[in-house]
């Protein structure tokens, strides 16, 4: 079955500590990973994906087939980086306007 | 270009009602998905449309149905709502790119079920 995992609902740092949520994945074959961002009263938005395998707002997610996880991390969190974060897959291109998404980490970074 | 924008952004219906939204996609996006986004659930995949032609669904009751238009706009209908339904409903278009498939999505609707 097709499934992603978040395991923490909420996670609270301070500001300029590392910052790393997890997502896990289930999917037989190869999918493309996602994580999207909903900060407060604005839309969900693409933050980043696996195969461009670059940072953004000093993001970065590494996807580990072994350990099937795509985990996102930053070293330094600041304030505006409170938000709601959604991990995602997707299957092959006949696929890709399908979403799977996990139940979400919402990040609070504290000042 | 403009965003992904979504008709009527709240809507309150009564249990044993109908209804219908809206979605408009940005401009050369041929592919439209919906998706349901509740507390309990968390987002979950509606259905996608390509090219007025359904081409995935997920695992909702047939009482949840859509349809896609030639100018790629699409509407979700949902018959004889349930107190369940209440949740916010969000629509996405996505094109295909150098990097495979990208979603950019509408602010959604919420619907209320009384």
């Known amino acids: 079955a097709q499934r992603v995992t978040q395991p923490e609902k909420l996670l609270s740092v301070f500001k300029g500590a590392p910052v790393e949520l997890k997502c896990n994945y289930s999917?037989?074959?190869?999918?493309?990973l996602f994580w999207y961002v909903q900060y407060s009263r604005q839309r969900l938005q693409l933050l980043l994906r696996?195969?461009s395998r670059e940072s953004i707002k000093g993001f970065t997610a590494d996807l580990n087939k072994g350990e099937t996880s795509f985990h996102l991390k930053k070293p330094f969190a600041q304030e505006e980086d409170s938000a709601m974060y959604y991990c995602?897959?997707?299957?092959?291109?006949?696929?890709?306007?399908?979403?799977?998404f996990g139940q979400g980490t919402e990040l609070s970074v504290k000042p | 270009k403009a965003g992904v924008t979504q008709t009527p952004r709240y809507l309150i219906k009564t249990r044993g009602q109908q209804v219908t939204l809206s979605c408009s996609p940005i401009?050369?996006?041929?592919?439209v998905s919906w998706y349901q986004q509740t507390p309990g659930q968390g987002l979950q995949f509606l259905f996608e449309?390509?090219?007025?032609?359904?081409?995935n669904k997920g695992n909702f009751p047939g009482r949840f149905s859509g349809r896609q238009f030639s100018n790629s706009r699409s509407e979700m209908n949902v018959s004889t709502l349930e107190l369940g339904d209440s949740a916010l409903y969000l629509c996405?278009?996505?094109?295909?790119?150098?990097?495979?498939?990208?979603?950019?999505f509408g602010p959604g609707t919420r619907l209320t079920v009384t």
């Open positions: 696996h195969i």
């Open positions: 401009s050369g996006h041929r592919s």
């Open positions: 995602a897959l997707s299957g092959p291109e006949h696929q890709g306007g399908k979403l799977i």
């Open positions: 449309y390509f090219s007025e032609t359904q081409r």
């Open positions: 996405a278009s996505s094109f295909f790119g150098a990097e495979g498939y990208e979603q950019y």
């Open positions: 999917y037989s074959g190869s999918p493309e």
